[in-house]
């Protein structure tokens, strides 16, 4: 998918640009995202699969840091929604970069984001294999959601400081 390989440049051009003023980076290489609406289980969100040597990282990362903010660059791609979400820790200079993405058409996705604007929020799920996880809270759904309209902006870009 070519839109994947150009959502990866992205993130790393995004890294890039933390690294420039002084910021330690963390690119997660996601393989697999998963809309939860809570239908097979409790967890309502996004579960974003990565490997886990990176995830290894990511929990020593988080170990020292608190994500006190977040930007979300999201568009929209054939039937897809392609994000790259960023967690950032102020206060520590560090930056996680999340490549995400999710099918419209997915039969989660509505439940997802009906059950995250009735919360007020949507956990992302970073988790490996085994199925360890570290959570991430974000307060606004709407940026991670699919378009309500044809008209709205495709190519969005927001931040969110917590």
Known sequence: MEWWDELLADAAA??????????????LHTAD???LDGEYGDRVGLSVLVPDDEFDDLHSLF???TVDGYEVYRTVVTDYVALLVV??????GTAVLVP????MADDAVEGLFDAADDDGELTVYLRNLADDSLQVTLSDPALLAPPESETENEDEY?????
């Open 14 to 27: 995004s890294a890039a640009a933390y690294e420039e003023r002084g910021w330690e980076t963390l690119q």
């Open 33 to 35: 995202v998963t809309p």
């Open 63 to 65: 170990a020292d840091a």
């Open 87 to 92: 967690l950032e820790d102020e206060d520590g």
């Open 100 to 103: 995400a993405y999710y099918a």
């Open 158 to 162: 927001e931040s969110e400081n917590e």
